[in-house]
C-alpha cells in the first residue's frame, strides 16, 4: 500500500491552475522534510518544492518559483502545491515524497517515502 497518496491533478489549459495534494496513510511516521517531485516522458524525475516540518522554510526549483507555492497542514498530515499560471512545460506526473531530514533536499535518493504519483497535463 502507497505511505504517501497524491491527488488532484488533472487536465488543464497554460494560465490555469491545480492544486494537488499528498496524506500520509497511518502507516507512515510523520516526515520532517516534505517534497514535490515531477517526471515528464523520457526524463529524469525533478525537483519541484520542499518545505520544512513547521511549513516556514520553503525551497523551490528555478523553473516554478513564484507561480507555484507549496504548503502543509501538520494536523491534517497532509502537503500541498498551488500551480498557477500553469505552462506545457510543466506536464508530467507529480510525485510526493517525505524525508527524516532537517534540512531542505532536492535529491530523490535522499527521500524515503513516495506517492505513486498524479498527472498534470498542461494545453497550449
Known amino acids: 500500500q502507497a505511505q504517501l497518496v497524491e491527488s488532484g491533478g488533472g487536465l488543464v489549459q497554460a494560465g490555469g491552475s491545480l492544486r494537488l495534494s499528498c496524506v500520509a496513510s497511518?502507516?507512515?511516521?510523520?516526515?520532517?522534510?516534505m517534497g514535490w517531485f515531477r517526471q515528464a516522458p523520457g526524463k529524469e524525475r525533478e525537483f519541484v518544492a520542499a518545505?520544512?516540518?513547521?511549513?516556514?522554510?520553503?525551497d523551490y526549483a528555478d523553473s516554478v518559483k513564484d507561480r507555484f507555492t507549496i504548503s502543509k497542514d501538520n494536523t491534517e498530515n497532509a502537503v500541498y502545491l498551488q500551480m498557477n499560471s500553469l505552462k506545457p512545460e510543466d506536464t508530467a506526473v507529480y510525485y510526493c515524497?517525505?524525508?527524516?531530514?532537517?534540512?531542505?533536499?532536492?535529491?530523490?535518493?535522499?527521500?524515503?517515502?513516495w506517492g505513486q504519483g498524479t498527472q498534470v497535463t498542461v494545453s497550449a
Open positions: 515524497a517525505g524525508s527524516a531530514s532537517w534540512t531542505m533536499r532536492r535529491r530523490a535518493d535522499e527521500y524515503d517515502y
Open positions: 497511518r502507516r507512515t511516521v510523520s516526515a520532517i522534510t
Open positions: 518545505i520544512g516540518v513547521r511549513g516556514g522554510l520553503v
